[in-house]
């Protein structure tokens, strides 16, 4: 857009589509493990528990499959790093707390 029409162009854009949707944001979005962190906290629970339960794959193309706990409940999510893995499986426990 820029490219094709300039600056004022997207500020057009931005005023009229994104400027009243980021004006209703009071806080920046939270990751999945923070906030299955502070649903736990919240209530009273131990800490979530993440466990790598397989990683497989060559180096350059790993595949890590992750548990998270908390209090009993469970999930899993799968990805390419530790991190993502963790991420999913905090965003599918949430999902089955909501």
Known sequence: MYLDGGLDAVRTVFAQFWRPLAETLTSA??????ALQEW???RAMPLPE???LSSEGPAHAP???IEVAVNGKT???RGAN???AERLAAEALLKQLA
Do not use: E, M, N
């Not at 979005?29 to 923070?34: F, I, R, S, Y």
């Open 82 to 84: 530790k991190r993502l």
């Open 40 to 42: 736990a906290q919240a």
């Open 50 to 52: 993440y466990k790598v």
């Open 29 to 34: 979005p939270k990751d999945a493990k923070t």
């Open 75 to 77: 999930a899993q999510g």
């Open 63 to 65: 595949d890590f499959i």
